[in-house]
């Protein structure tokens, strides 16, 4: 198989992030005893465990809000016992609270007290010798398949006659894969002697994938067959439901052996529930089901294991003493810290979370092993994440010999049992610069194969507005409400109380925005255009112009339905594409002073000032200019109205490029943006993050204000809604403070920099400087060859398409439209856009977007134009179709 691209999914939802500075991190070591296994998961940065922990579909943590919650014969429960006929091959099922569950019953039916039980795995013998079952391990020597087992050691045990079962665990330990012919082999000899062959299968796919690459005969076949064949196999299987199916508990034990079953049934009863719901609720047991018909798709298993190799190379590359496993790294700790003589892998995570605040654990009982599993979530953390990770860990090694050992104040039997006491060391930190969220959901993505899309953009008319998303497999079309939530905005969202009237929601709403913005009178919409519709009938009287820094296509729509005339003042740079000046933004003065001067200050509506110029290629506006324009415009009593869309990002480029505010907070640098202006038009679905939702905010004038009012009421909803739910009015009220968060705006920001430099470095053209929400592709210097009446931007964004898989948008001729005249505009700037969804998308998706582009720009010259087919009079790019000019 090749190396997986990027990631087989888009992100849905996204977790937060917790960073605590180094004297928090000291304060909850100190209360814990030193044992990380008591820290708080908020005191914890990464928590390097797998278990419960991986990022589900959108689909299957849709299950939790159809559970049956019956007590006796949910329809979760035939759910389940279907997907586990359907993928592992099993009739009968008996659901557990989770993998403990699992082992109580077979325990309870399958053994006698004194007797033995022979593995592949020493994993459960903490928990079997209390209950006077012996476990003989009786792994061999395979150097490829290490969990295979002994075969003439496990007959010689057998033939003892004291075995009642043998336990073989897919991927033991998770470091020792099992091969099929040899597990073949264990069935015949279990069934020589009669007894149960039990497999767990909690890492069924991790094995599968490795027998498909290393088991001769196995190459050819899907992750699909080889599960089954390999449950198949086994007179028992039982499973954690919190590992391969990534749901966040359960288990179940299932068999074809309708005896066995009935045993099942008789106990579960007594330890966990009723058969059908056996400790779980029924929400989680379609969270389960729905786990597993999910988890052996091919593309995902092989970014799984992709990414668990790719982590543990870059340990391994530096030295790290480490045991490589299915799902992560395992530390040698008393290689790692070799002048301690006890307690070394208690030692090394503590030392690991003080240095940088992961937590690591090596659970369950005490053992002489050394080994301290560091454990990658599935799906939940990019590969930029994870290389900090093991880079964080590579620090720690770097200076292991200044890790004191620790001193035992209280021991147990068990891991969580044991407190000590340390002396911190004097350790360098590790600084994460990251994403500051783990992925929470996925959304899978448009697979389609090159052919297909050539087919899907024909039937789209070459317009990749009317492409459907399910066959797009990167969707750069927008930024607008394709943000990835977050599960703090979920949570906000759910608990909103609905009513047709006045809602609680409401109040954070305005309290929020109110100490962002520094504005007064703050109306919600449903989303920017409504905001823009009545700002400009309540402020634009018939032939006012309108100056503004470029166009945007609903604002200029908007503006003239109410009987303004556009006219642009940006500075001349914004209009070269290869210009290098950092605030193509800005409004050029001198031309609004010209404005002025020829039709006189009363003539003018308002001055329609953007924030991070969409059109220009997200390029952002200076606080100097910001100043400069309010103090002109207060002195002629010209109101100033932002649109303060992504006035976060452009407060970013603020602190980035103007050293004056490099150690200013965002939320300040944005404060005082807002305080260069009279009013504002928000469409929420970019920097709110959020996924619909406007505003329409003025700083302090009550007559703007009410008259505002008067027309939401008639066009959109409640004057305490704008026509929004409650919910959504939540979910606004915490998107704003996560989106005012330093290292959140930062990772956005630098994601599409990314981006641009990836292009750049592959001679691609752009807009430069790169901007803040997408990366523009100079279309004139890619496609000089096609003319612009020839629609050579739309003609780009249909080739990217077919190529890739990436949906981009047009912006250019077909964008701006046709003049009063009939002619096309034929704009100064011919681009394509490739907008970046907020939290949506890692940088592998980023790296692929760029080497597809290359291959598009290394045939540029076989690229011909379009012609229209069909062309709406308004707003033309969302419906017209083309076909190709011959």
């Known amino acids: 198989m090749s190396t997986p691209l990027h990631e087989p999914h888009k992100i849905k939802t996204v977790r937060p992030l917790h960073f605590p500075t180094l004297e928090e991190r000291k304060k909850a070591l100190a209360k814990v005893d030193f044992n990380v296994f008591h820290l708080r998961s908020s005191q914890v ?44 091959g099993h009739s009968y099922v008996c659901p557990t609270h989770n993998v403990l569950g699992s082992v109580k019953l077979l325990v309870a039916t399958m053994t006698t007290p004194g007797h033995t039980v022979a593995s592949n795995a020493s994993a459960r013998v903490g928990v079997l010798e209390p209950r006077k079952v012996h476990v003989k391990v009786v792994r061999g020597q395979d150097a490829v398949f290490t969990g295979n087992v002994d075969l003439a050691l496990l007959e010689e045990v057998l033939s003892g006659g004291d075995v009642d079962a043998v336990s073989i665990h897919a991927f033991a330990d998770g470091q020792h894969p099992v ?61 954690d439901g919190a590992q391969d199916p990534k749901a966040n508990v359960g288990g179940f034990l299932a068999t074809d052996n309708p005896r066995d079953y009935e045993k099942f049934m008789n106990e579960v009863v007594v330890y966990e529930g009723l058969h059908t719901y056996g400790g779980m609720a029924g929400r989680t047991m379609e969270v389960l089901a729905r786990g597993l018909a999910e988890m052996c798709d091919e593309d995902e298993v092989h970014w799984v294991m992709y990414q668990t190799e790719r982590f543990t190379d870059r340990l391994r590359t530096a030295g790290v003493p480490l045991e490589r496993g299915c799902d992560g790294a395992y530390l040698k700790a008393d290689a790692f810290l070799p002048h301690h003589k006890a307690w070394q892998q208690d030692a090394l995570a503590a030392a690991l979370y003080l240095s940088s605040g992961i937590r690591a654990v090596a659970n369950g009982a005490v053992s002489e ?56 060391p004097d350790l360098k930190v590790y600084n994460f610069q990251v994403m500051p969220y783990l992925i929470h959901t996925i959304e899978r993505v448009g697979r389609l194969s090159r052919d297909g899309r050539l087919k899907a953009i024909r039937e789209a008319g070459y317009n990749t507005f009317l492409l459907r998303s399910a066959d797009v497999d990167i969707d750069f079309l927008t930024d607008s409400g394709t943000t990835a939530m977050s599960t703090d905005q979920w949570a906000a969202y759910e608990a909103a109380e609905p009513t047709a009237f006045t809602s609680d929601a409401i109040d954070p709403f305005r309290e929020v925005l109110g100490e962002v913005t520094g504005y007064k009178y703050l109306i919600p919409t449903h989303q920017g255009r409504a905001a ?44 070269n594409a290869q210009s290098d000046f950092p605030w193509k933004g800005n409004i050029d003065l001198s031309k609004l002073q010209a404005l002025v001067d020829q039709h006189g200050a009363e003539k003018i509506a308002y001055v329609s000032f953007e924030l991070s110029v969409n059109m220009a290629g997200g390029q952002p506006v200076s606080m100097d200019n910001m100043r400069e324009v309010y103090g002109y415009c207060s002195a002629l009593s010209i109101p100033v109205m932002f649109d303060s869309t992504r006035m976060v990002e452009n407060a970013y480029m603020i602190q980035k490029l103007d050293e004056r505010y490099a150690n200013t907070p965002i939320v300040d640098i944005v404060r005082e943006m807002m305080a260069y202006g009279d009013g504002m038009t928000v469409s929420g679905k970019k920097d709110f993050l959020i996924n619909i939702g406007g505003l329409l905010a003025f700083r302090d004038n009550a007559e703007w204000a009410e008259a505002a ?63 803040t929400h997408a990366i523009f592709i100079d279309v004139k210097r890619f496609l000089p060859h096609i003319d612009q009446d020839e629609f050579p931007a739309q003609r780009l964004a249909a080739e990217i398409y077919v190529e890739t898989g990436v949906r981009p948008m047009e912006r250019g001729n ?13 704009p100064a700037l011919e681009l394509v856009r490739l907008t970046i969804p907020r939290r949506a998308y890692t940088n592998d998706h980023m790296n692929a977007v760029a080497d597809g582009i290359a291959r598009v720009y290394a045939r540029r010259d076989e690229i011909k134009g379009l012609r229209f087919t069909y062309e709406p009079a308004k707003l033309r790019f969302f419906q017209s179709r083309f076909e190709l000019v011959d």
Do not use: C
């Open 45 to 88: 940065s990464f928590d390097m465990g797998s278990l419960g922990t991986s990022a589900m579909s959108q689909e299957q943590l849709s299950g939790q809000y159809i559970g049956d919650e019956a007590y006796a014969g949910a329809r979760n429960f035939e759910s389940l016992q279907a997907v586990i006929l359907d993928v592992l």
């Open 179 to 239: 091969s099929l012919k040899h597990l073949a082999d264990v069935r015949a000899l279990a069934d020589r002697f009669g007894v149960r062959l039990i497999v767990d299968v909690s890492r069924v796919i991790e094995n599968a994938w490795y027998i498909q690459r290393h088991e001769s005969g196995q190459g050819h076949r899907s992750i699909s067959d080889i599960v089954k064949e390999l449950a198949k196999t086994a007179h028992i299987i039982h499973m």
């Open 369 to 424: 092993a050394a080994l301290l599993p560091v454990q990658l979530p599935r799906l939940a953390l990019t590969n930029d994440q994870l290389d900090q990770v093991a880079d964080a860990i590579i620090s720690l090694f770097q200076q292991r010999d200044r890790v004191p050992p620790l001193e035992v104040l209280k021991a147990g039997k068990w891991r969580d049992q044991m407190r000590y006491r340390w002396i911190f």
């Open 532 to 575: 823009e519709h009545i700002l400009s009938q309540i402020m634009i009287k018939e032939g006012q112009l309108v100056p503004g820094n470029m166009y945007f296509t609903t604002t200029k729509l908007h503006q003239e339905m109410a009987g303004g005339v556009f006219a642009d003042i940006i500075v001349d740079e914004a209009h």
């Open 709 to 771: 009012e008067d027309l939401l009421r008639v066009y959109e909803g409640n004057v305490s809604d704008g026509g929004l739910p409650a919910a959504d009015l939540a979910a606004i009220a915490r998107g704003v403070r996560e989106t005012v968060d330093d290292r959140y705006i930062q990772a956005r920001v630098e994601q599409t920099q990314y981006l641009g430099q990836r292009l750049m470095d592959a001679g691609v053209p752009i807009v430069t400087p790169p901007g």
């Open 814 to 826: 077909v964008s701006k439209g046709r003049a009063p005249n009939g002619e096309n505009y034929r």
